[in-house]
């Protein structure tokens, strides 16, 4: 970073800065955490004859304190997979319920996108498609921040949502279902190799916000790999080159999924099983009605408070996943 040419590329350069800046934060939590253990230590050994009762409660706080921070590192040494650290490409689409599906996408969208702010991360929509009367038939989120395909690959699979509809007028309990796939970014292009041959470009009008020119130019772009059948679109930037960018890093990342997982016997460790958005698939269930639960049926998790997890709160799930992954690995 102190090389006078550093700031020459830009995207390389701002790619380095957070890493830095990520590595800079956790070098600091565990100073820290030596620090306030050093601490302890010394009111311990210098109140050993006293053992005065306020600060065994002082001590007992410090100690509760300082065993989440361990549990919390302990989890994070967990993220030790190939793309584990790289950033995310999260996509949700709609699944059986009709119009209540395209709302729990909607709002299985504003879950993630909350989760990754209070990890401190960065979000974009790179494409949506928007239901004709509510929610989104199809969304893909760029998530940018250490760690962040290590923590949402445990989110991949079916969430299934039960609750009164809005939609319904006789106010009737209805099953909804949500797809939600996870990709790691991949770090270079030179990942996966494209035959320019193998690729169809079409370019269309962009839909949906922004600014003048959004909307009357053909700056959106689909792109087709023609020997898989794959399909990848983005129109969140006002350049088709930009778009076009975006589009082959996300189709070399689903080609990169579709070769491992090619490779391997099971397709769980990066996505999970692939599996429709229906009935009996379900990874994770939301119930709001009859009674308030959310339970992972992969580990068995469960919360009783659905509010504050649709409001972002993942990790104590993705935990749970993480350590089952790792116990698995070792088996």
């Not at 490409?89 to 909607?106: E, M, P, R, S, V």
């Not at 190799?193 to 689909?222: C, E, P, W």
């Amino acid at each position: 970073m102190r090389q006078p040419d550093f700031w020459a590329d830009q995207i390389k350069a701002q790619t380095v800065a957070q890493q830095y800046g990520d590595l800079n934060n956790e070098l600091n939590e565990w100073q820290d955490l030596q620090r306030r253990t050093q601490e302890a230590l010394a009111l311990v050994e210098a109140d050993q004859a006293n053992q005065t009762v306020n600060l065994q409660e002082e001590l007992k706080q410090i100690y509760q304190s300082l065993l989440k921070r361990v549990d919390k590192l302990e989890v994070r040494g967990l993220l030790n997979s190939q793309y584990d650290q790289t950033n995310a490409l999260l996509a949700i689409h709609a699944g059986a319920g009709g119009t209540d599906a395209q709302d729990w996408a909607a709002m299985l969208l504003r879950m993630f996108l909350r989760f990754a702010d209070s990890q401190g991360w960065t979000t974009q929509v790179l494409d949506e498609s928007v239901g004709q009367e509510a929610g989104l038939k199809s969304v893909l989120v760029k998530v940018t921040g250490r760690f962040a395909y290590g923590y949402l690959k445990c989110e991949a699979g079916v969430h299934r949502l039960v609750r009164i509809s809005p939609f319904d007028a006789e106010k009737l309990r209805h099953t909804s279902f949500a797809l939600v796939e996870v990709l790691p970014e991949l770090p270079t292009v030179n990942q996966v190799t494209i035959d320019d041959k193998d690729l169809r470009v079409d370019t269309f009008m962009s839909s949906g916000h922004g600014g003048q020119g959004v909307n009357t130019t053909y700056s959106a772009v689909r792109l087709v790999h023609l020997p898989t059948g794959l399909t990848v679109t983005c129109q969140n930037e006002r350049s088709q080159t930009q778009n076009k960018e975006t589009a082959l890093k996300y189709l070399q990342a689903k080609l990169w999924q579709l070769a491992y997982d090619r490779q391997q016997d099971t397709k769980k460790q990066l996505r999970g099983e692939l599996k429709s958005a229906e009935w009996g698939n379900q990874t994770r269930s939301y119930v709001l009605h009859p009674y308030k639960m959310v339970k992972d049926h992969r580990t068995d998790f469960t919360s009783n408070n659905p509010a504050k997890v649709l409001d972002g709160d993942l990790l104590l799930f993705i935990e749970a996943r993480l350590k089952q992954l790792a116990v698995q690995s070792k088996k």
